[in-house]
């Protein structure tokens, strides 16, 4: 393993995404030389290109925030999950063994089953409710198989700024559209996340990375919530008072399976003294101030 400490250099795949940015500002501001790759720069299911990339620059640690997150796709389209989720870690994970990197993966609390109806520690045991879900596990299962040095952070919901501008947006984004439409907003109350705010989330990972930390971590933000009352926070917190009804899964049917309660405890991460997530609604503040430099 190289040193970490003398040979600063990280390189980020899913370096445009929510959480990708957040792991290049962070990198570099900690005095990390970084390279930052994207889908149409580097499609990380292309093995040769992958490999290429990552002997070419030699670095120490390798961020891995690109991900197929378009769950209910997934259930028509399972091979672009698996190829992106699976195959594209896979592909990682290879080239860091040979050029001697920590890789850093993140994962999903959708490797839960929600049936535990309790935030979910580092000692749950995975059980995927679907092809996302599937496709994200295999992507830490690839990981771990080739690698005895990995750090895999498993996170929930995650919003953050540059979500105003990705494809894939967020759960702020997604209200605030609907309440600008002007239509009755149906949410459902019955499923329970713990949604997490990005620039904090690659804060404290690369935290773990850089303290040499390895294994499954767990960061999911400080507050276990419905998605409904996430809603009702998001509003109270902007201001705005749309109309807004309950509902439930059985109501709002969606064509994958979701953990009903996936919510995630932090034990190890805060079994090292790292601060925890703060509560939800200072994250959803933050959020809504620095959202507005995304929008210029
Ligand atoms: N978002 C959530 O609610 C959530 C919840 C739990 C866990 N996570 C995990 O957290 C991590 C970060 O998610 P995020 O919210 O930052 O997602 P995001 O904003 O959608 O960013 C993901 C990025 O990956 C890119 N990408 C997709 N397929 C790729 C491929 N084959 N090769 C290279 N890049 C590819 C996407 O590009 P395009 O947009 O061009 O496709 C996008 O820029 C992911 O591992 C995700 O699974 C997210």
Not at 64 to 82: G, H, K, R, T
Request: with cysteine; hydrophobic share 40%; net charge negative.
């Amino acid at each position: 393993m190289k040193a970490l400490a003398t040979d600063k250099r990280a390189m980020v795949f899913g370096a445009f995404g929510q959480l990708g940015v957040e792991i290049a500002r962070v990198l570099q501001e900690r005095g990390f030389e970084t390279r930052l790759h994207d889908k149409a720069d580097v499609d990380i299911s292309d093995t040769r290109k992958v490999d290429q990339t990552i002997s070419e620059f030699d670095p120490s640690m390798v961020f891995n925030c690109a991900a197929y997150n378009q769950v209910d796709v997934s259930e028509s389209e399972p091979l672009q999950a698996i190829i992106a989720n699976g195959l594209g870690v896979r592909n990682l994970a290879i080239s860091c063994r040979q050029n001697d990197a920590l890789l850093v993966h993140f994962s999903t609390d959708y490797v839960f089953d929600g049936t535990a109806n309790r935030p979910y520690t580092e000692e749950d045991t995975p059980h995927p409710l679907g092809a996302y879900a599937v496709s994200k596990y295999a992507g830490e299962l690839y990981a771990k198989a080739y690698l005895d040095r990995v750090l895999i952070v498993r996170t929930s919901g995650v919003f953050g700024p540059a979500g105003v501008k990705t494809n894939r947006g967020n759960f702020i984004e997604l209200m605030l559209r609907l309440e600008h439409g002007k239509q009755n907003i149906r949410v459902i109350e019955d499923h329970v996340a713990s949604p997490t705010y990005s620039p904090l989330l690659a804060e404290k990972s690369i935290e773990l990375a850089v303290r040499g930390e390895i294994g499954v971590f767990h960061i999911g933000g400080g507050t276990p919530i419905s998605w409904y009352d996430y809603a009702r926070l998001i509003f109270e917190v902007a201001g705005l008072q749309p109309s807004i009804t309950a509902t439930t899964s059985r109501e709002y049917r969606t064509a994958a399976r979701r953990p009903r309660y996936s919510a995630l405890a932090n034990v190890r991460m805060e079994a090292l003294g790292i601060e925890p997530m703060p509560p939800l609604r200072i994250a959803v503040e933050h959020y809504l101030e620095h959202r507005k430099n995304y929008l210029l």
